[in-house]
């Protein structure tokens, strides 16, 4: 339970954009697993890391860390999963978009069998359309606009309203493809109501996909499309 609760401690800074504090904890989850010498825990301890790395974008680290997790049969089903889908996102910040398939295609294959009743990565089984959203997100770091629209509107209908934090990560994500695919109306739309969530919330995952969907915006930005952005992101922009 100790590993648990500093995992989520970590999940939390992670989501409130402190990654020095983040990855403090991701090292108490890994130093309770190593003194616990529990293989299934470390795996677990390991995909934490992994995930800090991959928000600092060094996708050949986060590639290592969910390698050392997959070398052999160590783990149980549901730690295999979470190391191939973060590994997905290694190869999504390297660029390779056979390998982000492979493992998420892989993962896909393993869900049915994660039936252990372990305290902690649960997100797994939780989460509706756990493993596509993470190749929504991989495809959106490559910029395929059009498959990732597809992908995230699948993803979005079983998104239930109380998961208000990640359904305002999955619209601005969402949105940032609909102005990759070129549609900037689309994209404008889609944005007011992650702006909404994000006003609520202060998530600093949403604000910094808010971030990413300005960027992409920029081609139209003397367009009515791009005003009305700036106006819609002013309740997230003051003070940041």
Excluded: K
């Excluded at 604000?207 to 139209?220: C, K, V």
Aim: with cysteine; net charge negative.
């Amino acid at each position: 339970m100790g590993a648990a609760y500093a995992a989520l401690v970590g999940w939390l800074y992670q989501d409130a954009g402190d990654l020095g504090a983040a990855a403090f904890w991701r090292g108490v989850t890994q130093e309770i697993a190593a003194r616990a010498r529990d293989p299934h825990l470390v795996g677990y301890s390991l995909v934490n890391l992994a995930q800090v790395r991959t928000d600092l974008g060094d996708g050949y680290g986060v590639i290592d860390l969910c390698s050392a997790v997959l070398d052999g049969d160590r783990v149980v089903p549901r730690v295999r999963v979470m190391a191939m889908q973060q590994q997905a996102h290694g190869a999504s910040l390297t660029g390779d978009l056979s390998a982000i398939d492979r493992l998420i295609d892989s993962a896909g294959g393993l869900i049915s069998r994660v039936d252990d009743d372990l305290p902690w990565g649960n997100a797994c089984r939780r989460t509706p359309g756990y493993l596509e959203v993470q190749r929504a997100t991989c495809y959106g770091r490559l910029g395929l606009g059009r498959e990732v629209g597809a992908l995230w509107s699948q993803v979005l209908d079983a998104v239930p309203a109380t998961a208000r934090r990640d359904r305002g990560v999955y619209l601005a994500r969402h949105a940032t493809a609909a102005a990759v695919a070129r549609e900037p109306e689309q994209a404008l739309e889609i944005a007011r109501v992650a702006v909404e969530i994000a006003t609520e919330t202060r998530s600093a995952r949403m604000l910094r996909e808010l971030r990413a969907l300005e960027g992409e915006m920029r081609p139209w930005h003397d367009a009515p499309a791009g005003r009305d952005l700036v106006e819609v992101l002013a309740p997230v922009n003051e003070g940041s």
